[in-house]
């Protein structure tokens, strides 16, 4: 039996709520900017405590998975495609910000949305 698009969308949404642990070498926000035409991830540095919580590393508190949160980020990375922007991050950085696989899946999948919505000029929401 063939997929319909409302099976595939919740498929997706299941799999949006599974447990995932988090990669130690930091975490992603990922935005448009819609004048410059760019995929943009800031990249925040974190701790991973041992509940498995992120940490930031200047302050010691609990970085909250809901809400906003007042940082810095560690680096801005940009791209007009996201396949540029991987380029950037997995093959151009050194050290890696990403250390986990499923990390660098998940970021992957995200860039594409990014890449879809600039370019249909749909909202971009990251998952």
Do not use: W
Not at 29 to 51: G, P, S
Not at 52 to 77: N, Y
Not at 86 to 111: Q, S
């Amino acid at each position: 039996m063939p997929e319909t698009l409302e099976n595939i969308v919740a498929i997706d949404d299941e799999l949006s709520h599974r447990h995932i642990d988090l990669d130690p070498a930091g975490y992603f926000i990922i935005y448009l900017d819609l004048e410059a035409k760019l995929i943009c991830a800031k990249h925040f540095t974190n701790v991973i405590n041992e509940q498995g919580l992120a940490v930031d590393p200047e302050t010691g508190k609990v970085i909250p998975a809901k809400g906003k949160v007042e940082r810095t980020q560690t680096t801005l990375f940009t791209g007009r495609t996201a396949k540029e922007l991987c380029v950037k991050i997995f093959e151009e950085t050194d050290p890696c910000p990403v250390t986990m696989l499923d990390h660098a899946a998940y970021l992957g999948r995200e860039f594409m949305s990014a890449q879809k919505a600039l370019l249909s000029g749909e909202d971009y929401v990251q998952d």
